[in-house]
């Protein structure tokens, strides 16, 4: 018999640094997350080309929410 397994995601809100979004994308790719999140986030804190340094916004899908 096959188990179903969930799916999960990891955010942030109020975030503002590229590095602290690289990271949480970082984490959300090593634990194997559905999906990474910000909400209320600075538009700086989304150059993550310089602060994800595996790529993992490739892999895992974002979501960005105002409120």
């Known amino acids: 018999m096959?188990?179903?397994r969930g799916f999960f995601?990891?955010?942030a809100e109020?975030?503002?640094k590229a590095r602290n979004v690289g990271?949480?994308?970082r984490s959300a790719n090593a634990f194997g997350a559905s999906f990474a999140f910000t909400v209320n986030a600075h538009h700086t804190?989304?150059?993550l080309n310089?602060?994800?340094t595996s790529r993992s916004y490739r892999a895992?899908?974002?979501y960005h929410w105002d409120s």
């Open 2 to 4: 096959s188990r179903v």
């Open 9 to 11: 995601g990891i955010g």
């Open 45 to 47: 804190a989304h150059k």
């Open 14 to 16: 109020g975030i503002s």
């Open 50 to 52: 310089s602060a994800d």
């Open 60 to 62: 895992v899908p974002t």
């Open 23 to 25: 990271s949480l994308f």
